[in-house]
């Protein structure tokens, strides 16, 4: 797959560069639905993501991921491990995923294979 490059670094798992569809969904201390906005992915991994956006969220923040993979939709909890501001004014967000039910689980472990040329 063109643009896809491998990153090592002091995380559990290798990550892949790639810029999928996503949103995230944040709540308030009431635990409503404050705001939901759409963003691209920088990275993922097994154990969490990297996302561009336009807002700056706070560390530990806990929201609702969704990601276009292939032609189905990943769907977790993730908890924001950092948040940092770029050059162009957007932030680069480091998520770690809480919570991935076993069909989730697998659609991003099929997406991994396939990357590493063990898929269909």
């Known amino acids: 797959m063109m643009g896809m490059f491998i990153i090592k670094d002091?995380?559990?798992?290798?990550r892949f560069n790639c810029s999928h569809l996503a949103s995230y969904i944040r709540f308030d201390e009431e635990g409503r639905q404050c705001e939901e906005e759409k963003v691209r992915t920088v990275d993922i991994s097994p154990d969490g993501l990297?996302?561009?956006?336009?807002?700056?969220?706070?560390?530990?923040?806990?929201?609702?991921l969704t990601v276009a993979i292939r032609e189905e939709l990943f769907n977790a909890q993730g908890k924001v491990i950092r948040c940092e501001s770029s050059d162009d004014g957007k932030f680069n967000?480091?998520?770690?995923f809480l919570d991935v039910d076993e069909n989730n689980r697998r659609i991003l472990y099929d997406?991994?294979?396939e990357i590493l040329g063990g898929g269909e």
């Open 50 to 64: 990297r996302i561009q956006t336009y807002s700056t969220i706070s560390v530990n923040e806990v929201l609702d």
């Open 10 to 14: 002091r995380r559990s798992f290798l």
């Open 93 to 96: 967000v480091g998520i770690a």
């Open 111 to 113: 997406y991994f294979r």
